[in-house]
């Protein structure tokens, strides 16, 4: 008897030791009290020789193992998950790591956003003189549209065909125009007053269309070029919605940049998942501990059809 006793015991501690595992793992309150009152009543036959030491084996058989089973197939599903958003931080760090090596360099474009708003100034004021007979040759600078057709796939904002159509629509009587370009006569007027001063503010595309925007320095005016018909006209940039002007990055930055964020996103809920414990688990867990806090539980507990083990319900059904 004993032997059996000290077998018993042994075995409880073993049990005991798996469900403080399970508590350090899950931190989660109605686990950890599971386990303490689990403690309490192996310690109840530990130290009381009177009780009959086989409702300590009853009791962990048919209860304990269960809860340890149900928390075991908790933790093994939310691995599952987890593995799971792994695979898609893997597949965007992989994606991030392809784009680094194919992006345009950010510096590059800066050197050349401002090489080609002194383009853009010079070519207006050689307009302006053009338009005013004091000079007849080409007011454009060499390859003016070279910028747009390197950097508008990956920095130029995308737009409407209608709202393409708004911008480059103008009346004959509002422009000048000769051989070289068209401009807003009210444009060119603003232009010769503010010094020919002008700021590239973001580009639009719209399929293989593309404009530039520029705001006269000292100015709120605004103004878009389109180098296809070398026509500059007056804009409102209010019109132009769904544009965050403040977004300067490549289209692949702005990709690399969300994936990156994503992944931290994905982190956190590896943190989260990873002790995560639903709320009808937690009701039955909870359910499970009020029937063993009861004082009556282990004078009971050999009454299989009365103290039917309720976790056997719950490992049946998918609570995870």
């Not at 007011?139 to 950097?151: S, V």
């Not at 269309?209 to 320095?217: A, D, P, T």
């Not at 982190?267 to 063993?292: F, G, H, N, P």
Request: hydrophobic fraction near 40%; aromatic fraction near 10%; include cysteine.
């Amino acid at each position: 008897m004993n032997e059996d006793r000290a077998r018993i015991l042994k075995e409880s501690v073993a049990f005991i030791n798996r469900l403080q595992l399970l508590s350090a793992f899950f931190e989660e309150e109605i686990v950890y009290k599971i386990y303490l009152r689990s403690q309490i009543i192996h310690r109840s036959f530990e130290n009381n020789t009177e009780i009959d030491i086989n409702k300590l084996e009853l009791f962990h058989l048919q209860f304990t193992s269960s809860v340890i089973e149900l928390l075991k197939k908790i933790k093994k599903s939310n691995e599952q998950k987890i593995k799971l958003i792994y695979d898609e931080i893997d597949l965007n760090t992989a994606l991030v790591e392809k784009l680094h090596n194919s992006t345009s360099n950010e510096a590059d474009f800066d050197e050349e956003r401002a090489e080609h708003i002194k383009k853009i100034n010079l070519s207006i004021q050689n307009l302006y003189n053009n338009l005013s007979d004091y000079s007849k040759d080409n007011p454009f600078a060499k390859n003016i549209n070279e910028f747009a057709i390197r950097y508008a796939k990956e920095f130029f904002h995308d737009i409407t065909t209608d709202v393409f159509n708004q911008l480059i629509h103008h009346d004959s009587d509002d422009v000048y125009k000769n051989a070289y370009a068209t401009i807003h006569k009210k444009l060119l007027g603003i232009q010769c007053k503010y010094n020919f001063k002008n700021t590239f503010i973001g580009g639009l595309r719209s399929g293989d269309e593309v404009l530039e925007v520029y705001k006269i320095m000292g100015t709120s005016k605004y103004f878009v070029y389109y180098g296809e018909s070398r026509l500059f006209l007056l804009c409102d940039i209010a019109t132009i919605q769904n544009v965050d002007w403040k977004n300067t990055v490549s289209k692949k930055v702005k990709i690399i940049q969300d994936m990156e964020d994503r992944n931290c996103l994905l982190e956190t809920q590896v943190t989260i998942t990873k002790s995560y414990i639903s709320e009808d688990a937690k009701q039955l867990l909870t359910a499970y501990y009020d029937k063993i806090e009861d004082v009556s539980f282990l004078e009971n507990i050999t009454n299989i059809d009365v103290q039917a083990n309720i976790l056997k319900t719950m490992l049946n059904t998918d609570l995870m």
